[in-house]
């Protein structure tokens, strides 16, 4: 185990002592240039790791998670106390915090805790994804581990348990599916990327977001048919993208907003090419909308925007991809319910849309149309999170 690995433990257990004592876990305010995990927004589960259930209109610490010590954040749950976040260590062990009603948080209770703490069990870890509804998802030595609801087969066990009984408070296998790259959870459906570069879905299936051609819910991975060379996948409340190695994108599910960017708002059951868009590097999906990042560092934007989420100066929504303007060197993103985030290679962090909790970080709860800074230039930030359900924003 390394120093940083064991210090980051330590910390956390210092926390559960200090919160056992009523004693306040974190500073209200991050300084911009702090080594730690930042966090901001709602935070009524306390899906913020502050140790509080306040919310935080600027970022605030995640107690004693240290950047340098991360791999990856993920968000999940809605705008409510199921509310969570992961943060998977470079030691390969994860840990969660937030609301925990439907086991989401993988500690073998249901109970919430406002600071991190280890998920059970896991070692070895190399990716995960918390979901826009109460579960999550983690790669393993190329086999996928799931827990939490599993209301529509999402945690991929061949098993669908609606009723509280059937709660994964601790992780469980996903039947059938090797060699997995990567994973992606959307409100209700999972998404995984093997690395033959095809892709496979489960769960949820109302609007055809698992992209096999049919409205059937799965509760075992299916391959999504004439996909074989994807380099990534997101996935979206109900609708799911995928960049091909070619630098296009496909998509697929709902379309009400005009999220699939195919210059209409028909769901589809199977991928459609987003139209008028190419020399794509990276995507990324918000509730019911989506964002590209080409490879001159510019953001391309569609679906929805009643609260000006794409960046654009306006409301309304887009069927096909438009320039966020005035962005460029643009590293990384994410999507939330009506707010996005973008941190570019100077390592300032900019948000946009609603604001309703302080999700945008600037100090102020009045949304935005156009880009605001979150966190300066020089912040060690390099990659940012948000659930696609949630109101709240990390920066790590």
Not at 61 to 77: K, L, N, P, Q, Y
Not at 170 to 188: E, I, K, M, T, Y
Not at 307 to 334: C, F, H, I, N, W
Not at 355 to 375: D, F, K
């Amino acid at each position: 185990m390394s120093y940083r690995s064991s210090y980051v433990r330590a910390v956390v257990a210092a926390a559960v002592a200090l919160a056992a004592l009523a004693v306040p876990a974190a500073p209200a305010h991050a300084e911009p240039r702090d080594p730690w995990v930042r966090a901001w927004g709602l935070n009524i589960g306390g899906q913020l790791g502050n140790g509080t259930t306040l919310d935080q209109p600027t970022p605030g610490s995640v107690v004693g998670v240290a950047r340098a010590d991360v791999r990856e954040v993920s968000a999940g749950g809605f705008n409510s106390n199921v509310s969570f976040a992961l943060a998977l260590l470079s030691d390969g062990t994860v840990l969660s915090w937030g609301g925990n009603t439907a086991g989401q948080l993988g500690n073998g209770t249901t109970t919430a805790q406002s600071f991190p703490a280890a998920v059970a069990g896991l070692s070895g870890v190399t990716s995960v994804s918390a979901a826009g509804g109460p579960f999550a998802l983690a790669v393993r030595g190329g086999r996928v581990l799931a827990w939490g609801t599993n209301a529509y087969g999402q945690l991929g066990n061949g098993l669908t348990t609606p009723d509280k009984d059937g709660l994964a408070t601790r992780p469980v296998s996903v039947q059938s599916l090797n060699r997995v790259r990567d994973v992606s959870a959307g409100c209700d459906h999972s998404v995984a990327l093997r690395q033959d570069g095809t892709v496979w879905t489960w769960g949820r299936n109302d609007l055809g977001q698992l992209g096999t051609g049919t409205e059937a819910d799965r509760n075992t991975p299916q391959k999504v048919p004439g996909l074989d060379d994807v380099v990534a996948v997101a996935a979206g409340c109900r609708h799911t993208l995928a960049l091909t190695a070619g630098g296009t994108v496909k998509s697929w599910g709902s379309n009400s907003n005009g999220q699939l960017g195919d210059d209409s708002t028909e769901h589809r059951r199977v991928p459609v090419d987003v139209r008028h868009l190419d020399g794509v590097t990276k995507v990324f999906a918000g509730a019911y909308q989506s964002y590209a990042v080409l490879d001159d560092g510019t953001v391309r934007a569609w679906g929805w925007n009643g609260q000006g989420q794409l960046g654009d100066g306006t409301t309304a929504d887009r069927t096909t991809p438009v320039p966020v303007p005035g962005l460029s060197d643009v590293q990384e993103m994410a999507g939330g319910w009506q707010h996005t985030l973008a941190v570019l290679t100077d390592q300032s962090v900019l948000a946009w849309g609603n604001n309703s909790n302080g999700q945008l970080g600037n100090g102020t709860t009045e949304s935005s149309r156009t880009p605001v800074t979150a966190l300066p230039a020089g912040s060690g930030t390099t990659r940012v999170a948000t659930s696609v359900a949630n109101k709240s924003s990390y920066a790590y």
